[in-house]
């Protein structure tokens, strides 16, 4: 599904580079569960943004799918985005003003689909994660837990096949950490590819791989 | 997804309460002004439209070289109009019209039908039938071709009818000022005036039919009193006409006339001109003719309608800015939304079109409380500027180009922070990494610096008007105007004005008592007479020296205080001193009297003793010279009488005074005035811009406070961590205050500093107007941006306190 070769990405400190990615290298199938661990400023993110079209290397090819990511439009990553990609963060990044489900729905909106087939997937949404009570709340009013799984159902709204989590549990107790680790399994089960970044060895083993970084480099 | 855009617009303006109402209320403010000064302009600049084919009605203008200036004067002699309108094939129609107050012109007593009753009313002008014609108003009663045909009729406008004739005043009859051996017939009965046509302020038309005001007058091509207007054929060529009519008057008859009356004919005559004033331009484009008192109504000026939509454009252009400002200043705030937004699967263009439904939102919600705004301040601003102005709501274009110009505002306001926002990179956006650019902010600082050079700019002009128009009021002006009450209308008892001076005089408050028309201050209702005057012997040799003409009595000196330099008051009882004459110092001077005055002659025609000479005063707008000869001669003119009062308690002076009055006339309401008030008055239109001036600095100060604020907001915001740091390392609260708000005080400097010369120059400009004028004072720049500094000061300390006495752990903890 996803080939990474040889990506590097560095800044400019002075006259020196200091490398962010150095060589990396990476091929993950469809139907994957990776975990990527590493200690602070090993580069998990900026690995996880670029596999997110988020971010793009200085140097390196990546093909998503049989297609070359970075000779891309930006149009046309737009949509290769869309109709592919989920993304969770740590700090769920839900939209304050929005309720649970107009959260929802907004990457749906995003994608053109029609307002009657948005609504059924949204209701679909908030039945299968059991918060269909709690759809007119807006996030302040949710505990952290349900804020991630709300941000979880967000990302899965447009069928992604590629679940992109950024510490998705680090903003957790352990008790709402495991409820959303076991949520990843299942849906991993369901053929959803998941790629993760975590500190967290327990958390790791929920995944197939694990993928170790430090200063740059897999190791 | 437009409906998705509103309600996302909706939330963001409910959620930031603070932001939105400072975004709103400042838009909203400066639409307020921009509306009422649209309405303004658009007043201002209809006038007279509201006759059919003004393109060919055309004022006479004559234009002459007078020293290394032009003057251009609209008055013409008597036989002018029918002499154009005989001998020049393309006039259609000439007319005149004649307001000039020693005819009988202006305030007038008036008796209705013989009955006991006097009125003083105002309003009175004299014209021929042609000019109902070319400025045709509807008629209400009887009928308006051949009204004015015949001598002694008069029309009169539909509220005199109201007021006089209970609506029925056609084939009724009225004397003027007691005279009951002319009786005029009213003809007809128009509309008013509507206060932007050039009859506004006229209520009654008198037919210039009627026997001359002296014998031959009607003939007299050397005394020009009348505003002549002509109405040219269709399709003239003006250029040609314009040629025609100014060689037939001035070649074919005031020149040639005047020399054969034996006249001299000076090389400006020669060299003179006419000019044709398109009706349509009288209002804004008279600015450099001279009116000798005729202008019945406020002459408007086509360079103050430009500086109105000046500063209107200015206003708005302040709102536009700031609405940028605290968009993007409120981008930090944004950022993790657009971050959001852009993760999961929002490309630029559907946030570029979040950001504008947002920002054409807010210019709509604007728009409708600025116009609410501008309903409720209306009433201030007619106050203001003097006029009657409402909002043409029944215009059928009035809404939908407010709605036109609100979008593309909105629009154009919306545009760069949409760009600037929808702009961001979403990972540094969601980190709250910085999303700014240094160059924005050198934007966002010389938007600020715009802002506040306005305002200065506004406020430095209103101190400087205030400056210059209370130094003509307190500018010693050469006689005593504080407690004198001028009486008008007291012609309806002529023949006992000296039974009713000796009463009036008889009171222990008054000092003195003094009976003429002709006042130091015009007065509605008082009297100028304009004439040529030589020194005995030498009417052959000179040109004559023109000046004024007046009839005053024996008291008139003392009871205006004016300065006797040399001879001797009026006595009535020295029987030369009726062909005697008071002159002022001007007179002397340019008529090259030398060595001693009293008992010189001069003459204006007739033949008068200089008796006594006074000290110059000013009796002219102190706009130009102010003063020139006067003479003064012992003789009736018996409409106006001028009480010189020394009490302080007004109030019993002014009963005692009416006592007096009804025992004279007790069919006549008094009608009195205020010498000083009258005075004040003359520089209303200095007043006038003053106030606006001021308004309007202070509504640019206030939006530029908004946009500072917006400004203050956001630099905190970027700069708490920092405070934070500091406050740690051990940073007083004064070091910090010092710290922020310094960076905002240099701002307000710089705009001073561009502000200063293009106020200097602004206001230099505004006071060559004025003979009498103020220097312009540092003091005020100096208080222009003092006044700045502080509104500046106070609206940042808000925010820099907020992160000043914040607990910096919070600060600090955002890792």
């Known amino acids: 599904m996803i080939q990474l070769k040889n990506l590097f990405k560095w800044y400019n400190v002075g006259g020196t580079r200091s490398f962010v990615l150095k060589d990396v290298s990476l091929d993950i199938a469809e139907g994957d569960f990776i975990s990527i661990m590493g200690p602070s400023g090993s580069g998990k993110s900026t690995l996880l943004n670029i596999i997110g079209m988020l971010d793009e290397p200085d140097e390196g090819q990546y093909i998503f799918m049989g297609e070359n990511v970075l000779e891309m439009k930006a149009k046309k990553r737009t949509q290769l985005y869309q109709s592919h990609i989920g993304y969770v963060f740590q700090a769920y990044h839900l939209l304050d003003e929005l309720t649970v489900y107009e959260n929802i729905e907004t990457p749906l909106i995003y994608k053109d689909i029609s307002s009657k087939e948005r609504k059924a997937i949204v209701a679909d949404m908030l039945d299968r994660f059991g918060i269909v009570g709690k759809k007119d709340l807006f996030p302040a009013q949710l505990s952290g837990g349900q804020q991630q799984i709300v941000g979880i159902a967000r990302a899965l709204a447009g069928s992604p096949k590629l679940l992109l989590a950024d510490e998705p549990t680090g903003n957790l107790n352990s008790k709402q950490g495991e409820e959303i680790m076991d949520l990843f399994k299942q849906l991993n089960d369901d053929g959803v590819t998941i790629i993760q970044v975590t500190h967290s060895e327990k958390n790791a083993e929920y995944g197939k791989r694990v993928v170790n970084m430090l200063d740059g480099q897999l190791k | ?815």
């Not at chain 2, 006089?164 to 084939?171: D, E, I, L, M, S």
């Not at chain 2, 009035?398 to 709605?403: G, T």
């Not at chain 2, 540094?428 to 306005?454: C, E, M, Y």
């Not at chain 2, 960076?743 to 705009?751: C, E, P, R, S, T």
Request: charged share 15%; with cysteine.
């Open chain 2, 1 to 815: 997804m437009i409906g998705n855009n509103l309600k996302i617009a909706w939330r963001n303006m409910a959620n930031n309460k603070l932001y939105s109402i400072i975004k709103i209320g400042g838009f909203a403010f400066s639409i307020a002004i921009c509306i009422l000064i649209v309405l303004y302009i658009r007043h201002e600049t209809s006038y007279d439209k509201m006759y059919p084919d003004m393109d060919r009605v055309f004022r006479l203008i004559v234009s002459a070289p007078d020293g290394d200036k032009v003057r251009q004067t609209f008055a013409f002699p008597a036989p002018a109009a029918k002499t154009l309108q005989e001998e020049i094939p393309s006039v259609e129609l000439a007319g005149r019209i004649l307001p000039n107050t020693l005819f009988g012109a202006g305030s007038n007593l008036f008796t209705v039908n013989g009955h006991a009753e006097n009125y003083l009313d105002k309003g009175f002008v004299y014209v021929d039938q042609s000019i109902l014609e070319i400025f045709p108003l509807p008629v209400i009663q009887g009928q308006l071709s051949h009204a004015l045909d015949k001598p002694n009729s008069i029309v009169i406008t539909k509220s005199r009818a109201q007021k006089y004739f209970k609506g029925n005043a056609v084939g009724q009859t009225i004397y003027l000022n007691n005279n009951k051996n002319v009786v005029y017939n009213i003809t007809a009965v128009i509309d008013d005036a509507p206060n932007n046509s050039s009859l506004y302020g006229y209520d009654y038309f008198i037919s210039l039919a009627g026997e001359p005001f002296y014998p031959g007058e009607q003939n007299n091509w050397g005394a020009t009193n009348y505003i002549t207007y002509v109405k040219l054929r269709e399709n003239t060529d003006i250029a040609n006409a314009q040629r025609s009519i100014s060689k037939n008057y001035i070649q074919d008859h005031y020149i040639l006339l005047n020399k054969k009356n034996g006249m001299k004919i000076s090389p400006e005559i020669m060299q003179s001109t006419v000019l044709l004033q398109n009706a349509l331009d009288m209002h804004l484009r008279s600015k450099n003719i001279s009116e000798y008192g005729t202008a019945t109504q406020y002459q408007g000026d086509i360079k103050m309608v430009w500086v109105f939509a000046g500063i209107a454009f200015f206003i708005l252009l302040i709102a536009c800015i700031n609405f940028i400002n605290l968009s993007t200043a409120n981008a930090a705030t944004r950022a993790k939304e657009i971050g959001i937004r852009k993760t999961i699967g929002s490309n630029r263009s559907t946030l570029i079109m979040q950001f504008m439904t947002e920002a054409i939102c807010y210019s709509l919600i604007s728009l409708l409380i600025g116009l609410l705004l501008a309903f409720l301040l209306l009433p201030l601003f007619n106050n203001l500027a003097n006029k009657a102005l409402f909002i043409p709501w029944s215009v059928g274009y009035f809404v939908p180009a407010l709605i036109l110009s609100m979008l593309i505002i909105g629009t154009l306001a919306g545009l760069y922070p949409a760009l600037y926002l929808s702009g961001f990179q979403p990972i540094n956006a969601l980190k709250s990494k910085s999303v700014t650019n240094p160059k924005s902010s050198l934007l966002r600082n010389g938007l600020v610096i715009f802002q506040f050079s306005t305002s200065i700019i506004l406020m430095i002009s209103a101190l400087i008007a205030n400056q210059q128009i209370s130094f003509m009021l307190n500018k010693d002006i050469g006689f005593n105007k504080d407690q004198v009450i001028v009486l008008r209308g007291i012609n309806g008892i002529a023949s006992q004005v000296r039974e009713l001076k000796n009463e009036l005089k008889a009171i222990p408050s008054v000092s003195d008592v003094s009976i003429s028309d002709y006042l130091p201050v015009q007065l509605e209702g008082a009297k100028r007479n304009g004439n040529l005057f030589w020194a005995k012997g030498k009417e052959d040799l000179e040109l004559g020296e023109g000046g004024q003409f007046w009839n005053i009595d024996e008291s008139y000196l003392t009871t205006f205080g004016l300065k006797l330099i040399a001879g001797r008051n009026f006595d009535p009882h020295i029987a030369s001193d009726s062909t005697g004459a008071i002159v002022n110092k001007r007179m002397i001077a340019d008529l090259g009297i030398k060595g001693n005055p009293i008992g010189a002659q001069i003459t204006n025609g007739m033949t008068w003793t200089i008796i006594g000479v006074v000290d110059d005063f000013i009796f002219e707008s102190m706009k130009d010279e102010g003063y020139y000869p006067l003479c003064m001669t012992l003789a009736n003119s018996t409409s106006m009488l001028s009480i010189k009062t020394k009490s302080t308690d007004m109030a019993k002076t002014l009963a005692d005074i009416n006592t007096v009055w009804n025992k004279f006339s007790p069919n006549q309401k008094i009608d009195y005035n205020f010498l000083d008030a009258g005075f004040a008055d003359l520089y209303q239109d200095v007043q006038r811009t003053k106030n606006i001036f001021g308004c309007f600095a202070f509504v640019a100060i206030f939006v530029a406070a908004l946009g500072l604020f917006g400004l203050a907001t956001y630099v905190t915001q970027q700069r708490t961590k920092e405070i934070g740091v500091r406050k740690v390392l051990g940073a007083s609260s004064v070091r910090l205050l010092k710290l922020l708000s310094g960076d905002f005080i240099k701002l307000v400097f710089v705009a001073l500093i561009i502000a200063t010369p293009v106020a200097w120059w602004a206001m230099n400009q505004w006071l060559t107007d004025f003979n009498y004028r103020i220097e312009i004072n540092w003091f005020y720049f100096a208080l222009a941006g003092i006044s700045a500094i502080l509104v500046a000061f106070g609206t940042i300390s808000y925010q820099t306190w907020k992160v000043i006495r914040a607990n910096p752990v919070n600060s600090l903890r955002d890792e």
